[in-house]
């Protein structure tokens, strides 16, 4: 199982991203997926998540700036960051969870900043 994350990058504070997330060797459609996210000194914490469904789920911190949106033909996740903020500077991790299968991806590093 293998999940890349890319589109990670120094960015504005205001400006936009939009982070991938490709699994392979995975049924993906059957997998919720996620995005984390660990900041500096801090602890990993949930972003935003997209069950099999379709159903989503986000952080205080992040809602109505940032969308979570799947494309099982791609076996592919997405996470469009709008207004991004200092705040918002992390290595953000993808993960895809089934049962008792757990997978993460390596991480790809947004940095907010002027």
């Known amino acids: 199982v293998q999940l890349v994350e890319s589109g990670g990058a120094l960015v504005q504070p205001g400006g936009s991203l939009r982070l991938s997330c490709v699994a392979s060797r995975i049924n993906f459609r059957i997998f919720a997926m996620g995005w984390y996210r660990q900041g500096p000194g801090k602890q990993r914490e949930l972003v935003a998540g997209?069950?099999?469904?379709?159903?989503?789920n986000y952080a205080d911190s992040v809602k109505g700036r940032f969308t979570i949106s799947r494309d099982n033909a791609e076996n592919a996740v997405y996470l469009q960051m709008n207004s991004l903020k200092p705040d918002d500077t992390a290595v953000y991790y993808c993960?895809?969870?089934?049962?008792?299968?757990?997978?993460w991806g390596q991480g790809t590093q947004v940095t907010v900043s002027s």
């Open positions: 997209i069950t099999d469904t379709g159903s989503t």
């Open positions: 993960n895809a969870r089934f049962r008792m299968m757990d997978f």
